[in-house]
């Protein structure tokens, strides 16, 4: 089984700041991928960034990067330049690879608001 | 466009009524969810199924049920057995890759009368 966990319900940045919102996962599977999403207000879940459990590498998309360190089970989310259009629900969800098409595990999310 | 359609956006039950979510998407996804979102809360998975004519129980399956005819379909009934359906429902496809993500509909909104 997994489980997500993101510790913080809320927090707040100054536009054009950088933020990191945090996501500590527990699993048994050996290789796993960790998905990041974002819901504004009006309730879709737009997908961000995918981190694989055997990626060498950080992943990152655009203003996204994902801090990954596996030892710690975290991959906390890294937004840069924040704007005001990144006021939102972020929620980090797993699921083991290899898997076929399981469903994914989700956090409670962080909400995140972006002051001008 | 691809992507996956839920309707309505809206919608109220009564008491002891049962009541249809609609999903459907054309992208051609062998899999499909069902998701319950709670203010504040996260998602929790209340069906989800693999293959056509194939479904499974999720976390919180009590007072709903699904059905997978079509490829294309995945709709859930809340039904009155379900004493709290109040909330947001998000229905979701995948591809077979576990490295893909799941792609989401717009949602459902129920309210009781």
């Known amino acids: 089984a997994q489980k997500i966990t993101q510790t913080q319900p809320g927090m707040f940045v100054q536009e054009k700041e950088a933020v990191t919102l945090d996501c500590t996962y527990d699993?048994?599977?050996?290789?796993?991928?960790l998905f990041w999403y974002k819901q504004p207000s009006s309730g879709e879940m737009i997908f961000l960034i995918y981190?694989?459990?055997?990626?060498?590498q950080n992943a990152t998309e655009g203003r996204y990067s994902l801090n990954f360190q596996k030892a710690r089970k975290s991959a906390n989310l890294v937004i840069s330049a924040s704007q005001l259009g990144d006021s939102a629900m972020y929620f980090c969800?797993?699921?083991?690879?290899?898997?076929?098409?399981?469903?994914?595990?989700f956090g409670k999310g962080t909400r995140l608001s972006v002051i001008a | 466009d691809g992507g996956i359609t839920q309707s309505p956006k809206y919608l109220f039950r009564k008491e002891g009524q049962n009541v249809t979510l609609s999903c459907e998407q054309n992208?051609?996804?062998?899999?499909m969810y069902w998701y319950r979102q709670d203010p504040g809360q996260g998602l929790r998975l209340i069906y989800y199924?693999?293959?056509?004519?194939?479904?499974q129980k999720g976390d919180i399956a009590e007072g709903y049920s699904v059905s997978r005819e079509k490829k294309e379909s995945f709709p859930l009934t809340v039904t009155s057995a379900q004493k709290n359906p109040t909330a947001f429902y998000l229905c979701?496809?995948?591809?077979?890759?576990?490295?893909?993500?799941?792609?989401f509909g717009d949602g459902t909104r129920l309210s009781i009368l």
């Open positions: 979701a496809s995948s591809d077979t890759d576990s490295n893909q993500p799941q792609h």
């Open positions: 699993t048994s599977d050996p290789s796993y991928g």
């Open positions: 992208l051609n996804h062998d899999a």
């Open positions: 981190q694989g459990s055997y990626d060498q």
């Open positions: 199924s693999q293959i056509v004519n194939d479904f």
């Open positions: 969800a797993m699921r083991a690879l290899n898997s076929g098409n399981t469903p994914l595990v």
